[in-house]
C-alpha cells in the first residue's frame, strides 16, 4: 500500500517544476517568490496530479505546507492514484501537517485505488501520534483495503502494539479478516510478533480461527518456528488443536525443519505419532513425519533438537 511521491514534470511548465523543487526541498523562500509572481498557480501538478502540496506533505515541511494552503491549494486534491495531501503526511508520519491539513478542511474519507487511507497508511508505518490525531479527526476505524485487510490487520503484520491498543480501543474488530479468512491474530504469528499476539488474545482474538486454506495461528508459528508466538499462543488455551484435514502444529514444525519448536511441541504433550481422524498420515507431510519417526525411533536425546 506504499504510495511515493514521483514527480514527471511531463508537461510542466519551467516555473512549475520550480515549484515542485522547492516543495520537495523545503525551500519556502523560493516557493514563495515563484507563487507570489502571479505566473504560476498553487495547485499545479504533474501529468499524474501530483500537487505541490502532496509534495511537501511527502517531504514533511510545515512552512511550505502551509504557504501553499493560504496561497489557495486545493486540500483534497487526489492524484490518479487517488492520494491526497493527508494520506502522504499520514504515511511519514508527518503529525504537525496532518494535524495542520484538518484545521483547513482536510477529509479522512478519500482512499487509493487499492482503498487505502490516511489512517491504514499510518497504521501500517506506525505512526501512533499520526494515528491518534486521525481518530479524534473522525477517521473511519473500520477503513479497509480492498484485499479487506483493516487498519488493525496492517499494524498486526508489522508489530505496531501500540498502534493495536490504539485502534482496539477505538472499536476495531480483533477478529476481523481480510478476504481471504487471515485474521490478524493469524498474521501476527506468522509474522512472529508475539508482543502483538498477546495484545490480541487479550483483548478477544479466536486462536483457532482458520482461513480458507485451513491453516491457524498455532500452525503458522509452528511451521516458521516462532516459538515465542507459540508459548504465548499455548498460554492462552493448551490444547494443540487439529486442521480439518488432520493435520497438527507439530506437523507443520517438521515440515518447517524446526527442531526446537518440534521440542516445544512434544513438551506441551503433543502426540508424535501424528494421526489425522482416519488414522493415516496427511500425504503433503509423509516425508516430515517419517523424520520424527526416526528421531523418535532412534532415541534421540530430545534436549539436542
Known amino acids: 500500500m506504499d504510495e511515493v511521491c514521483r514527480m514527471s514534470f511531463k508537461k510542466e511548465t519551467p516555473l512549475a517544476n520550480a515549484v515542485f523543487w522547492a516543495a520537495r526541498r523545503g525551500n519556502l523562500a523560493l516557493l514563495q517568490l515563484l507563487l507570489n509572481s502571479g505566473r504560476v498557480d498553487a495547485d499545479c501538478r504533474d501529468s499524474g496530479g501530483t500537487t505541490a502540496l502532496m509534495v511537501a506533505s511527502y517531504s514533511g515541511h510545515f512552512e511550505c505546507v502551509k504557504e501553499l494552503i493560504m496561497q489557495g491549494a486545493d486540500i483534497n486534491y487526489q492524484r490518479e492514484t487517488g492520494s491526497t495531501a493527508l494520506f502522504f503526511a499520514a504515511q511519514h508520519g508527518h503529525n ?103 495484545v490480541l488474545l487479550l483483548r478477544g482474538a479466536d486462536r483457532d480461527a482458520d482461513r480458507q486454506d485451513g491453516t491457524t495461528a498455532l500452525f503458522k508459528a509452528a511451521f516458521k518456528g516462532h516459538n515465542d508466538v507459540i508459548e504465548e499462543l499455548l498460554k492462552f488455551a493448551p490444547s494443540l488443536g487439529l486442521l480439518k484435514n488432520g493435520s497438527t502444529a507439530l506437523h507443520a514444525a517438521v515440515m518447517g525443519g524446526n527442531h526446537k519448536t518440534v521440542l516445544l511441541l512434544l513438551r506441551a504433550n503433543a502426540d508424535p505419532t501424528l494421526p489425522n481422524k482416519n488414522n493415516e498420515l496427511p500425504a503433503d507431510v509423509t516425508k516430515s513425519d517419517c523424520i520424527l519417526r526416526c528421531l523418535l525411533q532412534n532415541t534421540v536425546n530430545t534436549h539436542s533438537l
Not at 121 to 127: K, S
Not at 148 to 158: D, N, R
Open 96 to 198: 504537525d501537517i496532518v494535524k495542520l491539513l484538518f484545521e483547513f478542511g482536510a477529509s479522512t474519507e478519500f482512499q487509493t485505488r487499492d482503498g487505502g487511507t490516511a489512517l491504514t497508511a499510518a497504521a501500517q508505518h506506525g505512526h501512533c501520534a499520526v494515528v491518534e490525531t486521525l481518530l479524534r479527526n473522525g477517521a473511519n476505524v473500520h477503513d479497509q483495503l480492498n484485499d479487506g485487510a483493516s487498519a488493525l490487520f496492517l499494524a498486526a503484520q508489522e508489530g505496531h502494539v501500540t498502534i493495536i491498543r490504539q485502534l482496539l480501543s477505538s472499536g476495531a474488530k480483533v477478529n476481523q479478516p481480510r478476504d481471504d479468512g487471515t485474521a490478524p491474530l493469524w498474521m501476527a504469528s506468522q509474522m512472529g510478533h508475539s508482543n502483538v499476539v498477546k
